[in-house]
């Protein structure tokens, strides 16, 4: 494919992978065609006049015009870009067009030599950084990655437990916390659920960082921020750790349900919403919805899931009575040949079998609610 580059027109690009590699000279080409050899999922792009004949047979774009037009289009569609252009011509290419670091792609300069690879933009949220040091590693080059707290090894504020899965409750306080991180003020951890195993560097935790179990134990420090993990609603005295905090809902809630069939998406969402908010937890940290395998076609269940986002389990009745319930029921043996659904598919899926709440009827709805524990 080629492109002909001109001011007023806005080029179409290929986008079949999450990545752009973008080159424009010749040494710069060489190098851009060994990474998109080499990194998975991703797009290479360079200028005509150093085509080499198999563009068309490997999927390269070629352009021509200037490069600087192709970039607004790079980034409304990939996740990440990797540039072998001189940083300070990228930068001034670049600078028009930023607009959050929230939404903003990650990019990446590879000098054209390969030598150094270095995080310009979107470091953390965008995937910069790591970025850096995968494409380093193809290339045995250095990753050059001037962020605080990747510098220092301590927790990425914006970063902490992105791999699980967590959720901010709100970006507010994001940047006031993460400069009491780096700036080594008093710093508390609060965690009372979800995965233990977030501490990403090879390095000691640093002496300003304080684990604490509970928000009571936290604020006994007098900390300078906090960062707390929880599914739990806070109660109104809690939030005083929020003037300087960020809470983080982790993935750890099962909803275990049964239906009766045809019951709209919308009285099973509010059935969810309400018990939810009943039991002083959380929509955010719901990771998935577990029922028996009879209702894995149920349209309002699987509404409702695609809406969130969640998870979704099935099991057979043989498997739903491996458990030993609370309420068994002779009635809904009779239907579903299982003594239960949404309680032992709320134990089953969440490895748990003391639940938060064992079993609740609401209309045409029975919801149970699990906990996923992490030691």
Same mark, same amino acid.
């Given at each position: 494919?080629? *492109?002909?580059?001109?001011?007023?027109?806005?080029?179409?690009?290929?986008?079949?992978?999450?990545?752009?590699?973008?080159? +424009?000279? /010749?040494?710069?080409?060489?190098?851009?065609?060994?990474?998109?050899?080499?990194?998975?999922?991703?797009?290479?792009?360079?200028?005509?006049?150093?085509?080499?004949?198999?563009?068309?047979?490997?999927? $390269?774009?070629?352009?021509?015009?200037?490069? %600087?037009?192709?970039? !607004?289009?790079?980034?409304?569609?990939?996740?990440?870009? +990797?540039? #072998?252009?001189?940083?300070?011509?990228?930068? %001034?290419? $670049?600078?028009? #067009?930023?607009?959050?670091?929230?939404?903003?792609?990650?990019?990446?300069?590879?000098?054209?030599?390969?030598?150094?690879?270095?995080?310009?933009?979107?470091?953390?949220?965008?995937?910069?950084?790591?970025?850096?040091?995968?494409?380093?590693?193809?290339?045995?080059?250095? !990753?050059?990655?001037?962020?605080?707290?990747?510098?220092?090894?301590?927790?990425? =504020?914006?970063?902490?437990?992105?791999?699980?899965?967590?959720?901010? &409750?709100?970006?507010? /306080?994001?940047?006031? =916390?993460?400069?009491?991180?780096?700036?080594?003020?008093?710093?508390?951890?609060?965690?009372?659920?979800?995965?233990?195993?977030?501490?990403?560097?090879?390095?000691?935790?640093?002496?300003? +960082?304080?684990?604490?179990?509970? $928000?009571?134990?936290?604020?006994?420090?007098?900390?300078?921020?906090? *960062?707390?993990?929880?599914?739990?609603?806070?109660?109104?005295?809690?939030?005083? #750790?929020?003037?300087?905090?960020?809470?983080? %809902? !982790?993935?750890? $809630?099962?909803?275990?349900?049964?239906?009766?069939?045809?019951?709209?998406?919308?009285?099973? &969402?509010?059935?969810?919403?309400?018990?939810?908010?009943?039991?002083?937890?959380?929509? @955010?940290?719901?990771?998935?919805?577990?029922?028996?395998?009879?209702?894995?076609?149920?349209?309002?269940?699987?509404?409702?899931?695609?809406?969130?986002?969640?998870?979704? +389990?099935?099991?057979?009745?043989?498997?739903?009575?491996?458990?030993?319930?609370?309420?068994?029921?002779?009635?809904?043996?009779?239907?579903?040949?299982?003594?239960?659904?949404?309680? !032992?598919?709320?134990?089953?899926?969440?490895?748990?079998?003391? *639940?938060? *709440? =064992? @079993? @609740?009827?609401?209309?045409?709805?029975?919801?149970?609610?699990?906990?996923?524990?992490?030691?």
């Amino acid at each position: 494919m080629s *492109l002909q580059l001109e001011e007023h027109v806005i080029p179409d690009i290929n986008v079949k992978g999450k990545y752009a590699v973008v080159a +424009i000279t /010749k040494h710069g080409t060489q190098l851009a065609r060994k990474i998109f050899k080499l990194f998975p999922d991703s797009d290479l792009y360079y200028m005509k006049k150093h085509a080499q004949g198999d563009e068309e047979q490997r999927g $390269i774009t070629l352009f021509e015009g200037s490069v %600087r037009l192709l970039f !607004p289009s790079l980034f409304a569609h990939y996740q990440g870009l +990797i540039i #072998i252009i001189s940083l300070g011509a990228v930068v %001034r290419m $670049i600078a028009p #067009i930023l607009k959050d670091k929230k939404t903003d792609p990650g990019v990446v300069v590879v000098d054209d030599r390969g030598e150094h690879v270095i995080s310009v933009l979107s470091g953390h949220l965008g995937g910069a950084n790591e970025l850096t040091k995968e494409v380093a590693a193809l290339l045995n080059a250095y !990753p050059v990655v001037t962020t605080a707290s990747d510098v220092q090894k301590t927790i990425p =504020v914006d970063l902490f437990g992105r791999r699980f899965g967590w959720e901010w &409750e709100s970006d507010e /306080k994001l940047t006031p =916390v993460s400069a009491s991180v780096v700036n080594e003020e008093k710093v508390v951890v609060v965690q009372e659920s979800g995965e233990r195993n977030w501490w990403m560097h090879d390095t000691a935790m640093p002496a300003n +960082i304080h684990l604490c179990s509970s $928000i009571d134990e936290a604020l006994a420090h007098q900390p300078a921020a906090a *960062l707390v993990v929880t599914h739990r609603l806070l109660e109104q005295q809690e939030e005083v #750790i929020l003037t300087n905090g960020v809470l983080y %809902r !982790p993935k750890v $809630i099962v909803l275990g349900v049964g239906c009766n069939r045809g019951t709209a998406a919308e009285e099973i &969402e509010q059935v969810m919403e309400d018990t939810l908010k009943e039991l002083k937890i959380s929509m @955010k940290s719901v990771k998935m919805v577990a029922t028996i395998d009879l209702k894995k076609d149920e349209v309002g269940l699987l509404e409702v899931v695609r809406k969130h986002q969640w998870e979704f +389990i099935y099991y057979s009745p043989a498997e739903l009575n491996t458990k030993t319930l609370v309420q068994p029921s002779d009635t809904v043996y009779k239907f579903t040949g299982a003594y239960g659904v949404s309680e !032992p598919a709320a134990m089953l899926a969440s490895g748990n079998d003391e *639940l938060l *709440l =064992v @079993k @609740k009827k609401s209309g045409n709805v029975t919801i149970s609610v699990g906990l996923i524990s992490y030691e």
